[in-house]
């Protein structure tokens, strides 16, 4: 990553508000995504990760703030955007009658800068049946489709909302497998939403959490499971308890559950400092802390209230 | 280019089986003619048909089900968006599904016409049915503003949105507008040349329509609700628009105020001297005709539907109107108007009245129709009385003598039985005049007037015989007659109504002319009588005795007799030669037998049915004139001084 692609986001969102009525969908929602990185946004469904999308798309017209895409504001600028920018989009879209070829032969007269031959090869490496239409492929064929028609184009920035929502495991992986290249390749800038953890993890270098249309978070993804963490412990202290204690309160905990053996909790603020003055404690023993998985670190932030359950 | 051409094949492409279906259904046009029973003679015309439904079941359905898919289904389905996720400007996404829908349905119905259209060799046109070569074009292009409302109205419905309730209440509020204000247009005389009319509607429909399809796409984009949103409203905005103009139009058209009047006439309208009944246009070309009643003193007018003269009460209170109505050609209304809430009611007749008159105060109304005289309270329309009238090949004029009395005067002979121009078919009866007893519901005989006897001479020209005929002026009062002569009878006669008895006879020659005369207000009478210098004034007194003769400039051939302007005035036009126009109009002092020359000012002359009534001397309907200007004018006899009335056309432009 260049010093310039860190300083110049290639996704710049500043106080984004979406409304349905009275349904608010993005609630001032700000974030950055440096240019090269993968960003993967993360979020329940009806969290707003699909208006989040549509608004950078140019398909959605925010209520209020501000939002770049390469130095462009999407509405406005949407067509002209679109020629540097690769979607996959959660449903597949594509007309049902026409087959791959066709897809192909129809998008080459859009972009300017279009890879008949290496769309051509992915469906033939993701074993897409050219000239089956697209209504007739399976679902796992649709998503590659869609994957194959977004980097023929060669984009600056790759936008995939939910794309490997009902694949199979074997074409996840090979979606997956390509963005990879891809990033390798190019040094595409990726947004993804998703509700794969465990495949977004592989690739995802930064991370964005939305709960109620609200951004609860914004970050690299090893800073964000390094300060996460599931800590086990022994307690002998029973004056000054909160509800479930405060002697993790330095490490923000976002929940504790009192088991037969002791607590265990997650915590948001863990360091190795922290983690060692907690443990030297009087009445804490036999406390050790582990790492969490990006699913693990969603489920606590997005799954319940803090301190929710003990 | 490339990009607009790719969005519109695809659309193409996607419904590519329609044209194979279109060729099976040519082919099928080709096959009819030889099924049993169709006459050979008749292939072509039978072929032509065929194809034409056909090509319209095509239109039709294909403009429908296209028109509903072309976006209302991507938007439903979430497939749109592909489109937009592309580099693909909104205004091309529209223009090219446009383009690509509605030229499938076109080529689709073009297979099926016209191959058969083109082998029956008058391409585009119906063999044999001689059907103007346009209409198979219209009803084929009839799928175009199907296809848009297929279009429009499968977004609606798709998106759920609220705004399918006003969608639904202006589709029933914008009909219901036009209804009000095309109904008021056509009760008001409003007329437009169909063919503009219809290609305007068609136009501003077919403008809306391809308006808000860019909206809905433009600014919904993947967003159906919001594009239903901006679909509707522009849909709404411009057809309300659209409807607000054409009402403004069609109120300017046909109310466009009387001082806007560019050609106008006008006549009193009854015994009151007030009110003028007033009929013009406002348009250069003289095109739409607008009617008023006019009160010349306060300068109160009042829209008229289109129709004849009306008649006011003597004491001004509410006018009678006969008018067509206007959704049938067929049916007459009389409306009685009360001159001053405006309010009015309307009864209908069998037929155009021959007839009508109110009573001074305007509370009854007495009418003559197919020989029958009804005599209505108003405004409650209460029948009071009625009966028939003298059978007699004459028309009857119902006149008040008293509220409870009307006289049932012979005004005019009809010449022919059938009521046509042409060789009279009747010989000349002596008419009756007779007298409605409205309490009693009788009708009581009261003189024969004798025309029969009046000496026909010969006729010396060759050409169509006519015959004679007469019109039967009654005075003021009733109780005198001036029987004047037209076709082949050139004399007037005095006559004492209750009696029959001729009192002054003023007779002329197929040489010298006719001679033609008219009461004034007091009762004596004036008749232009043919003398070898051309035509004098007669002023006749109530008994029939020759007051005075005023000598008319020589040469005059047709006198026109005007308004009894005051003062002993009376205006008088007069024509020399051959000319049928009066067009030198002079102020005959009947006193002293003066002259005045009116210079170019045409004055509204009175005609016979206006002869029957008799405002008074110097009212202001009978300061009527004309200008040059063809401004209807108010003349001051004194001073020669004119207050237009109306706009006029300024001569030369």
């Known amino acids: ?310 | 280019m490339k990009r607009f051409a790719a969005v519109a094949l695809r659309e193409i492409a996607a419904r590519r089986f329609v044209l194979p279906a279109a060729g099976a259904a040519a082919v099928i046009a080709f096959l009819v003619p030889l099924l049993p029973g169709v006459p050979g003679d008749q292939a072509d015309l039978t072929r032509g048909i065929t194809a034409l439904i056909l090509a319209c079941s095509f239109g039709l359905g294909g403009s429908l089900l296209v028109g509903a898919s072309v976006v209302g289904r991507e938007l439903a389905e979430r497939r749109l968006s592909f489109h937009f996720s592309h580099p693909l400007p909104a205004p091309i996404v529209w223009g090219g599904k446009l383009a690509g829908g509605l030229a499938l349905v076109l080529l689709a119905e073009l297979v099926v016409f016209l191959p058969a259209a083109a082998v029956s060799g008058q391409f585009p046109g119906l063999p044999g049915l001689g059907l103007d070569a346009r209409l198979p074009w219209a009803i084929l292009l009839s799928a175009v503003p199907l296809f848009l409302f297929a279009w429009l109205g499968s977004v609606a419905l798709r998106s759920r949105s609220p705004w399918l309730i006003a969608d639904l209440a202006f589709l029933v509020a914008l009909p219901a507008v036009l209804f009000v204000v095309g109904r008021r247009f056509l009760r008001f005389g409003g007329w437009v040349d169909p063919g503009p009319a219809a290609a305007t509607a068609i136009g501003v429909l077919l403008a809306a329509f391809i308006a808000a399809t860019f909206a809905q796409v433009v600014v919904g984009r993947t967003d159906a609700r919001r594009g239903h949103g901006a679909q509707s409203l522009v849909l709404w905005g411009l057809l309300l628009a659209a409807t607000a103009g054409g009402a403004l139009w069609a109120e300017r058209t046909i109310d466009p105020g009387v001082g806007r009047l560019v050609r106008a006439w006008a006549q009193p309208s009854g015994p009151n001297g007030d009110w003028a009944f007033v009929q013009g246009s406002a348009r250069k070309d003289g095109a739409g005709g607008t009617n008023y009643l006019l009160n010349l003193r306060t300068g109160q007018s009042i829209l008229l539907p289109l129709g004849w003269s009306a008649t006011v009460s003597a004491d001004g209170s509410r006018a009678a109107y006969v008018h067509v109505s206007p959704f049938s050609k067929e049916k007459i209304e009389l409306e009685a108007i009360d001159l001053k809430t405006g309010d009015s009611v309307t009864l209908g007749l069998p037929d155009w009245p021959e007839g009508v008159d109110l009573t001074a105060d305007g509370r009854r109304l007495a009418v003559v129709s197919q020989g029958l005289c009804s005599v209505v309270e108003l405004p409650s329309l209460r029948l009071l009385a009625s009966a028939r009238v003298p059978s007699s090949p004459w028309t009857y004029e119902p006149r008040f003598v008293a509220p409870d009395t009307v006289r049932l005067h012979p005004l005019r002979m009809l010449r022919r039985s059938d009521g046509r121009s042409g060789p009279a078919t009747r010989a000349v009866e002596d008419p009756e005049v007779a007298e409605l007893h409205v309490a009693k519901k009788s009708v009581t005989s009261l003189a024969r007037y004798p025309i029969a006897s009046i000496a026909i001479p010969a006729r010396k020209q060759k050409g169509v015989d006519s015959g004679p005929t007469f019109i039967l002026l009654p005075s003021s009062d009733l109780s005198r007659v001036l029987v004047v002569g037209f076709g082949t009878a050139p004399s007037v006669r005095l006559l004492d109504a209750a009696s029959g008895r001729v009192l002054a006879s003023v007779d002329g020659s197929e040489e010298l002319g006719r001679p033609t005369g008219v009461f004034l207000a007091d009762g004596r009478a004036v008749v232009a009588e043919p003398i070898p210098e051309g035509r004098r004034l007669v002023l006749l007194s109530t008994d029939g005795t020759r007051i005075s003769e005023i000598a008319l400039p020589a040469g005059t051939s047709r006198v026109r007799f005007g308004s009894e302007m005051g003062e002993g005035n009376l205006s008088v036009g007069v024509a020399a030669g051959k000319s049928t126009e009066a067009n030198d109009w002079y102020l005959v002092n009947l006193e002293d037998g003066s002259l005045r020359p009116l210079g170019e000012k045409l004055l509204a002359y009175r005609f016979w049915p206006s002869g029957l009534t008799f405002p008074p001397p110097g009212s202001p309907v009978t300061h009527l004139a004309f200008d040059t200007d063809q401004r209807l004018v108010l003349l001051d006899p004194k001073t020669l001084a004119t207050t237009p009335i109306t706009r006029g056309r300024p001569a030369g432009k």
């Not at chain 1, 609630?27 to 990185?37: E, I, K, N, R």
């Not at chain 1, 209020?64 to 600028?77: D, I, N």
């Not at chain 1, 087959?99 to 051509?120: I, M, N, V």
């Open chain 1, 1 to 310: 990553m260049t010093d310039a692609a860190t300083t110049t986001p290639a996704v710049r969102v500043d106080g984004l508000t979406v409304r349905y009525g009275r349904t608010i969908a993005l609630d001032a929602v700000s974030l950055d995504v440096p240019t090269g990185s993968v960003f993967a946004l993360l979020g329940r469904n009806g969290s707003g990760k699909s208006s989040l999308v549509r608004c950078l798309l140019g398909q959605q017209k925010p209520e209020a703030g501000r939002l770049e895409l390469l130095g462009s504001e999407p509405w406005g600028k949407r067509s002209r955007l679109m020629e540097r920018v690769g979607v996959v989009p959660e449903e597949p879209d594509a007309p049902r009658e026409m087959t791959p070829r066709q897809l192909g032969a129809f998008c080459a007269h859009l972009y300017p800068s279009w890879e008949a031959k290496g769309y051509d090869a992915r469906l033939s490496r993701f074993g897409v049946p050219p000239a089956t239409p697209f209504g007739r492929l399976s679902k796992g064929q649709k998503g590659l489709t869609q994957l194959s028609l977004a980097l023929a184009a060669s984009p600056e920035l790759l936008l995939l909302d939910d794309p490997t929502l009902g694949l199979d495991p074997v074409a996840r992986h090979a979606f997956f497998d390509e963005i990879v290249t891809e990033l390798a390749d190019r040094g595409t800038t990726v947004i993804l939403t998703t509700h794969d953890l465990a495949g977004v993890e592989r690739i995802a270098d930064r991370v964005g959490i939305l709960k109620d249309g609200r951004l609860l978070l914004c970050e690299e993804t090893e800073r964000l499971k390094s300060r996460f963490r599931s800590i086990r412990y022994r307690s002998e202290v029973t004056e000054g308890r909160t509800e479930f204690g405060n002697e993790l309160d330095e490490m923000d905990p976002l929940r504790a559950k009192v088991r037969g053996w002791g607590i265990e909790s997650v915590v948001a603020g863990y360091s190795d400092e922290r983690f060692n003055r907690f443990a030297a404690r009087d009445g804490i023993t036999d406390a050790e802390a582990s790492p969490l998985s990006l699913e693990e670190v969603f489920l606590a932030v997005a799954g319940e209230e803090k301190g929710a359950a003990r």
